[in-house]
């Protein structure tokens, strides 16, 4: 058995600048034959989203070889940039955002959906959670036009802040209204959406028994080609060296972790994470180092990872337990980290309760 470590995310098109864990993934890499069967494992990947994308699967009778899949994986990775992208000029997004207040664009169904379920999280998380952080993550300098990272002033907070809110979005049919100089970023929902889109065209392909990731984000279903799950060790948030916290199965769900150990700068003495309250224009300051939420969508489960993280660690529990959600805390404490699993993640990971 060997070990894939899955990428860390760097800077994309999308603003990928909410940094989680990277998920160690136990599985069979490479080209694995069952004797007398006719099946095999398959795998493949590459660079995506300014990280990696990785697919492995069981191939049976009448699965297409890896070369086809990897076309049809490629090609929903590349519409993904095309429509989300902040770092390219004619995405979707960037067209949206360069317009003034006051107007409406034609929009994709992908992305009129994405602003519906932002609009979900940021009502649910009472303004927390928000796709329109990018003039404040800019000003941080954690944006993709950020130009250095330092504390801002009161007066450059104020101004920025006048540029966010997900109230001043509208959709009207197929286009999407904005009545203020907002800018949309769907950094916290693009790697679970694409997940999603490419677990979907491997179901279609006749491929049932696979792990899809992206930018470490992932999901899997069924089995391995010997007959064991897809098992996914998530990593302690350490800045120093990859640490196996905990090892999970998983089937039918999607994966997520949000941290603030990646991607923060320290300034007289004090951290600032790239994590950021919409409500404050502020990074989070307390002492919750990293989420990992399990979900049957791998959307849902980048997103509410990101509003856990921001909510913190007594808020965001409460309402992991009153949704339901399966979430996995990881806080810091003088002595390391200490852990905090809620009833869904326990029942799913098949932890013991109390």
């Known amino acids: ?82 429509q989300l992208s902040t770092y390219r000029s004619d995405s979707d997004t960037e067209r949206f955002n360069a317009l003034p207040a006051n107007n409406c664009l034609a929009m994709p169904a992908p992305i009129l959906e994405l602003v519906r379920i932002g609009e979900q999280l940021s009502v649910q998380s009472d303004g927390a959670f928000d796709l329109t952080v990018e003039p404040l993550l800019n000003l941080w300098g954690f944006g993709p036009q950020a130009r250095e990272e330092k504390i801002p002033t009161t007066q450059a907070l104020a101004e920025a802040r006048r540029s966010v809110g997900h109230d001043h979005l509208r959709i009207d049919g197929d286009r999407l209204c904005k009545d203020a100089a907002v800018e949309v970023d769907f950094n916290s929902l693009a790697a679970g959406y694409a997940v999603d889109t490419i677990a ?71 951290r600032f994470s790239h994590t950021l309250d919409a409500r404050t224009g502020t990074p989070v300051s307390h002492n919750l180092a990293s989420v990992t939420v399990i979900h049957p969508s791998a959307l849902m489960a980048d997103g509410l990872s990101t509003l856990l993280l921001i909510l913190g660690p007594e808020r965001g529990w409460d309402y992991a337990e009153k949704h339901d959600i399966g979430a996995f805390f990881v806080m810091r404490v003088d002595s390391g980290f200490v852990t905090r699993s809620s009833h869904a993640f326990a029942r799913l990971s098949g932890e013991k309760t109390e």
């Open 200 to 270: 979907a065209k491997l179901e279609a392909l006749g491929i049932h028994d696979y792990l899809a990731e992206a930018t470490g984000e992932l999901k899997a279903a069924g089995r391995k080609l010997d007959g064991s799950p897809w098992r996914i060790a998530l990593e302690e948030p350490r800045d120093d060296q990859q640490v196996s916290e905990r090892i999970i199965a998983v089937d039918g769900y999607g994966l997520s972790t949000s941290g603030d150990y990646r991607n923060y700068f320290v300034q007289g003495g004090r």
């Open 1 to 82: 058995m060997t070990t894939l470590a899955l990428g860390q995310e760097m800077p994309w098109g999308v603003g990928d600048l909410l940094n989680r864990w990277q998920a160690v993934v136990f599985g069979l890499m490479g080209t694995l034959s069952a004797c007398g069967t006719g099946e095999s494992m398959e795998s493949f990947g590459g660079p995506t989203m300014g990280s990696t994308y990785s697919i492995q699967y069981v191939r049976r009778a009448g699965v297409p070889a890896p070369a086809e899949v990897r076309i049809q994986v490629e090609k929903i990775l590349a519409e993904v940039d095309r």
